[in-house]
């Protein structure tokens, strides 16, 4: 029997996405090889904003790196500064006030929420809303962030916790409008919700796209709702409690399909799961204390410390050694983003051009923060 | 933890020579040779199956690269792992093959501070481009940096 | 009323009437057609403007916001200055780009949706050629674009224009065959091509009553054929950044838009024309009506655009392929049948037989899906 | 399924939609708010959420980090600040300047030249945090966009920061002490 030869002689294209495209989240490239539309291969190429904030850390003092870590995930500049003070008082001994302690829970639960909405907003743009849902989110951010202008006096760049507390008490006026921008918060993740959860393009768009299973998860060191999609019971809030969290009642949302959807459900539950802990908190917020005082000249003692928070990123970690002096000698950032790119290649291999902005897009990524 | 890790750790490897080190995260010291089969062990023995982060350190006398180990299912506490590099020629063996995740951390200890990986598939400059010169987070790199944008064409 | 009933006939004749005075009768004709031309022209410029502003302060309210409004009242200006920025900007050609074709293209992909609006009945006697083919005229002509779009996303050597370009291909070729399925059903109850026949055959009922089904078809693969969301995959700026137009600039990038834009009216009228009656209408001038009508199709575009994401190519064509077609062909059988059997019988028989059948073709698509579901879900259990 | 979802969505959108015309009409005839003070819009409010910028602008909050201002001692009507210079050395990023006067002016130490270059400001506020006499304080203000970077433009000296301070502080009080 004779064979013919049925299939075509093609090439494949190398494709070059980014840095300046709409949904690289700012200036991130991939060099895409494809065939068809079809990706045969991915290649992350970062850097574009790299400032060197590692070095810059090992030149400031230690206080004068608190507004520098705003700068890195800009979205969630309160979790930030949470995860670097924690590391320096861990560094230093140095206990918190419960009342900062708690304004430090609600300032950061609230950052999560922004977080997630902001994320998934831009998801839904990279499906291609044409940002109806996005802003949706941001109309939400903007009342969050009036709470944190408030707070801190500015919207993105808070610079608002301290070692030993937080820079000022919370404003007269806050808690009133807290409590209404929290109590309003279920009725606009349910309207999300209305609008995206059950939309078949949405689903059709998400479902079985990018499967993470757990154990390449595990292996690729992915954090945060990424991990937790792929179905990983690991919040740090809950394995290694930090701060005041083991006084809270909430649960960990877990995926159980590892995709896009997957990431999208996990990340309005745990928006659901922040509004949980935002009301136990304002009923439980203690008067007193917001800081200790400490010289202005701060040193700490000699040694090394790392301390890992739970952004809403992921893992959000600071390894610090110190000589004594008044800058750190070694100032690490643990990424949670740029840990969590680590798997796209893998996860966008076979997947079309159209899903690869999906899964970049789930992935949640920050350029300030992967580049640093 | 650490400290029962390390014994384990001393039961199983006698002839490497392991460190414990206090501190305020307690760490084990590792001979950069030895540093693949013990990672190894913790990894599928101990159940250390997460690597959190990968550090290098500049320190006077030695470059050090620290490893952040988790266990998933065993909860809080990392298990701390240093691993000491010469000044002259530092290199670690590359943990890629059992962390794939370690793959483009250890890309950026290479770049930012120039400690190679041995046997990591794709060791190259991350953050910064390719043809830059030094290593920024190194101690005697100066702030200013050795070359300004847009030199490299010309040199 | 009457008077404004026939405002433009009217016009048209009286102009016609005094030219004729003192031209010859080929000449007035001949003065005659070339104003119908410019009027339309006329009509398609403004229709652009006026559309892209709707469009925008339409999508600002779905958002919460009130869309341009600093350029005139209510930001009505707006498109001035759109329009001046975009003749002023720097015309660029690529280096490498093959520059006939594209310098040809934003040309060719104008020209056909002019073509278009001269078989469209505006009103009552405003049409500027009565096609007996009128239908086929415009299923012909509208082809056309797609070449053009092709020669775009060739001719500018980039390779998202070559994927827009693909991908417009493909997926125009793909939804034309439901979009004319389905519209054959209409032309079967009328038993003609011409667009103006077609109106005049509603004067009872408008045939969305009787073919709902074949009106969703006709829609979304109507949707689908001008590239509009959630099918606007060939320029999904998220993804290909522009497509096909990624490279052009200025003048020839408004030309896109303007194409763009007139065929997504174009499409909402023929909509309008085809399955709502057209002109026809109570009280208010026929003119009126058709407007209202095309409008109000297109606020539906708007509507879905500002709130759905986009497909996926292969789950784009899956649709059409895997749904609408046979879907499509389902219902011109069934319609078939409903006409050949009330032939004869009057308006009520038809209308509720035709309901019936869609109503059973609903039933049938829902029964087949959850078959589908079921079978899927045991498979998966096994699995 | 079947289009459901899809329609559900589309209810959503479109109640945004209805919605935004009747909170215009709310606000009818105006359409700004009265004197341009906006305000955002309540949680439970529904509606146009855009602020109509710079017809109508939200008022800051009083811990607003604005453009910084010097503060003058109403007693004596001398500048508060005494030169020392502490905020220069907290800031991260060295924009401010300071040269302490040779001598004393009513028996306290005022500065020579105090200059702040906004263009790298980061407006962490380290300065104002880190100021022992009260002398430095943020204003309001956030329109500081120039045409030129020189001196006199985005670069401020101590007595354009005092007129903001005579401004925004008359009695020598700070919006944010105000506050409490």
């Known amino acids: ?10 090439e494949t294209i190398t494709l070059n996405m980014g840095p300046q495209h709409p949904s690289t989240h700012g200036v991130f490239r991939m060099i895409i090889t494809l065939d068809g539309e079809t990706i045969v291969d991915l290649e992350p190429v970062m850097g574009y904003l790299h400032r060197c904030q590692e070095k810059i850390g090992e030149r400031n003092t230690y206080l004068q790196n608190i507004p520098y870590t705003d700068r890195l995930d800009y979205i969630c500049s309160m979790s930030n500064n949470l995860a670097y003070v924690m590391a320096v008082e861990k560094l230093a001994q140095i206990e918190v006030p419960e009342r900062a302690e708690y304004i430090r829970i609600i300032m950061v639960e609230l950052t999560r929420i922004v977080n997630h909405a902001v994320a998934i907003g831009a998801l839904l743009n990279d499906l291609g809303c044409f940002f109806t849902p996005m802003l949706y989110a941001l109309e939400e951010r903007e009342r969050i962030l009036d709470l944190f202008e408030m707070a801190s006096g500015s919207r993105m760049m808070c610079n608002y916790m301290r070692f030993g507390g937080v820079r000022y008490d919370l404003p007269p006026g806050f808690m009133p409008e807290l409590k209404s921008v929290v109590a309003a918060l279920p009725a606009f993740i349910d309207e999300f919700e209305r609008l995206l959860t059950d939309n078949e393009i949405m689903r059709i768009r998400c479902q079985g796209v990018g499967i993470l299973p757990p154990d390449v998860a595990v292996g690729y060191s992915c954090t945060g709702p990424l991990l937790r999609a792929s179905g990983v019971d690991y919040d740090i809030r809950k394995v290694d409690s930090y701060s005041i969290y083991d006084r809270f009642d909430f649960d960990v949302p877990l995926g159980t399909n590892y995709d ?16 949980r802990i935002l009301e136990q908190a304002i009923e439980q917020i203690p008067e007193g204390e917001v800081s200790v005082k400490l010289p202005r000249v701060f040193k700490p003692p000699e040694g090394d410390v790392y301390h890992r928070i739970e952004s809403p990123k992921g893992e959000l970690g600071f390894y610090l050694v110190s000589d004594g002096s008044t800058n750190p000698y070694r100032y690490k950032i643990r990424s949670p983003t740029f840990i969590n790119l680590t798997v796209l290649p893998e996860l966008c291999k076979g997947h079309k051009v159209a899903d690869v902005v999906a899964i970049l897009g789930s992935i949640d990524i920050v350029l300030g923060e992967v580049d640093r | 933890m650490s400290r029962e890790v390390y014994e384990r750790l001393v039961e199983e490897f006698p002839e490497t020579s392991l460190e414990y080190l206090e501190g305020k995260d307690p760490a084990i010291s590792v001979k950069a040779d030895d540093l693949f089969e013990v990672a190894r062990h913790l990894k599928e023995k101990q159940g250390y199956d997460y690597l959190s982060a990968v550090t290098g350190v500049d320190y006077p006398d030695r470059f050090e690269v620290i490893y ?51 046997g990591h598939p794709d060791l190259k400059r991350i953050l910064l481009w390719e043809g830059y010169e030094g290593h920024p987070l190194r101690k005697d790199f100066p702030i200013e940096g050795y070359q300004t944008i847009g030199q490299e064409e010309s040199s | 009323m009457p008077f404004l009933n026939d405002l433009f006939v009217n016009l048209s004749y009286w102009i016609h009437g005094f030219l004729a005075r003192f031209l010859p009768l080929w000449a007035a004709d001949l003065i005659m057609m070339l104003l119908t031309i410019a009027c ?51 015309d660029i050609t690529p280096a490498n780009a093959d520059r006939v074709i594209f310098n040809l293209a934003p040309v060719m992909v104008v020209v056909p949706t002019f073509l278009i609006l001269a078989v469209l009945p505006f009103g009552r006697g405003m049409v500027a050629a009565d096609l007996n083919i009128g239908f086929l005229y415009i299923v012909a002509i509208s082809s056309l674009t797609t070449i053009a779009i092709l020669l775009a996303g060739w001719g500018s050597r980039n390779k998202y224009s070559l994927l827009g370009g693909m991908r417009v291909v493909a997926q125009m070729i793909s939804y034309e065959v439901p979009m004319v399925l389905s519209a054959l059903g209409v032309i079967m109850l009328t038993g003609s091509l011409s667009l103006v026949s077609i109106v005049e055959g509603q004067s009872r009922v408008p045939f969305i009553l009787l073919q709902p089904l074949g009106f969703l078809i006709y829609f979304i693969s109507a949707i689908a054929e001008v590239n509009r969301a959630p099918f606007d995959l060939p320029e999904a700026e998220s993804e290909i950044i522009a497509g096909y137009h990624t490279e052009y600039s200025g003048m020839k990038y408004a030309m896109f838009l303007l194409a763009e834009y007139i065929n997504a009216f174009i499409v909402a009228a023929i909509a309008a024309t085809l399955f709502l009656g057209g002109w026809q209408g109570p009280s208010l001038p026929p003119y009126v009506w058709f407007f209202l009508k095309a409008y109000a199709i297109y606020f539906v575009l708007m509507w879905l655009r500002g709130t759905l994401p986009r497909l996926r190519i292969d789950q784009l064509m899956g649709l059409a392929w895997k749904f609408l077609v046979p879907l499509a062909l389902v219902n011109l059988l069934v319609m078939g049948l409903v006409a050949t059997l009330t032939q004869g019988k009057g308006l009520f028989p038809l209308v509720l037989a035709s309901l019936v059948a869609n109503g059973l073709i609903v039933a049938a698509v829902v029964i087949i899906y959850a078959f589908a579901m079921r079978r899927r879900r045991q498979v998966e259990v096994a699995a | 399924m079947l289009g459901l979802g899809i329609l559900k969505g589309l209810s959503v959108t479109l109640r945004h939609f209805v919605e935004t015309y009747v909170s215009d009409l709310k606000r009818f005839p105006h359409r700004y708010a009265p004197q341009g003070r906006a305000r ?17 602008r939200l008022e800051m909050f009083p811990r607003f980090r604005g453009a910084l201002m010097q503060l003058t001692n109403p007693e004596t009507d001398i500048p508060k600040c005494t030169g020392c210079g502490i905020c220069a050395r907290f800031c991260p990023v060295g924009v401010i300047e300071v040269v302490r006067a040779e001598e004393k002016r009513d028996g306290q130490y005022v500065p020579q030249s105090y200059s702040w270059d906004l263009s790298a400001c980061l407006f ?32 401020y000296d101590l007595d354009r920061l005092l007129a903001w301070g005579q401004k925004y502080a008359p009695l020598g009080t700070p919006p944010v002490e105000q506050e409490e």
């Open chain 4, 124 to 155: 962490c506020g380290l300065c104002v945090e880190s100021c022992p006499f009260g002398a430095l304080y943020h204003t309001p203000e956030y329109e500081l966009s120039t045409y030129g970077r020189q001196k006199g433009e985005l670069i």
């Open chain 4, 40 to 56: 955002r819009l309540r949680p439970t409010e529904r509606g146009i959420f855009t602020v109509q910028y710079p017809e109508e």
């Open chain 3, 40 to 90: 339309l022209i006329v009509f398609a410029l403004i229709t652009i403007m006026f559309i892209n502003w709707l469009e925008r302060k339409v999508i600002g309210r779905f958002q919460d916001r009130y869309g341009p409004n600093r350029v005139g009242p209510l930001g009505i200006l707006q498109f001035v200055a759109d329009a001046i920025k975009m003749f002023t900007k720097e």
């Open chain 1, 260 to 275: 896009v959807y997957d990431r999208y459900l996990v990340r309005i539950e745990e928006m659901r799961q922040s509004v």
């Open chain 1, 1 to 10: 029997m004779q064979t013919v030869e049925t299939r075509l002689r093609t």
């Open chain 2, 68 to 118: 952040h180990l988790y266990s998933m299912k065993e909860g809080p506490g990392p298990l701390i792992l240093k691993v000491s590099a010469s000044k002259e020629e530092p290199e670690v063996p590359s943990l890629v093959s059992l962390w794939p995740g370690a793959n483009f951390q250890e890309r950026e200890v290479y770049d930012l501070m120039g400690i190679r990986f041995a």
